[in-house]
């Protein structure tokens, strides 16, 4: 099973910038959907991005269009999650995860989990 490990989360203003990071170890990814998901405190864990190892494919969600930027780097076995122009409701721990691609990357089934990593945008 891979292990993933999130970093780069923090506190920034609203309108600010940050880049989540994921290593992903432990076998290999082709085939596999790797995603960024949140959870808020109250709400629940939502998918922000995913991306498809085999075609290099993206992949938002709605909250995430036109703000955030999905990546991955085959060599160095990372994930990032590039964010800009965050808002207060962008305030949650973020996860990252795997799974083998048996549905759409979007969807759930995730069986693979970071620890995560929490970011939080204040007014």
């Known amino acids: 099973q891979p292990r993933l490990v999130e970093s780069g989360g923090g506190a920034v203003q609203a309108g600010g910038s940050l880049r989540l990071s994921c290593a992903v170890s432990g076998r290999t990814l082709s085939g596999y959907c790797l995603g960024w998901f949140r959870q808020a405190p109250g709400k629940a864990r939502e998918v922000v991005a995913a991306?498809?190892?085999?075609?290099?494919?993206?992949y938002y969600a709605d909250a995430a269009k036109n703000r955030f930027t999905i990546s991955h780097d085959n060599a160095k076995s990372t994930l990032h999650l590039q964010m800009n122009s965050l808002k207060p409701e962008d305030t949650a721990m973020y996860y990252c995860?795997?799974?083998?691609?048996?549905?759409?990357?979007?969807?759930?089934?995730?069986?693979?989990w970071g620890q995560g990593t929490q970011v939080t945008v204040s007014p």
């Open positions: 995860a795997a799974r083998e691609n048996t549905d759409h990357c979007l969807m759930g089934g995730y069986n693979n």
């Open positions: 991306y498809y190892t085999s075609f290099r494919i993206p």
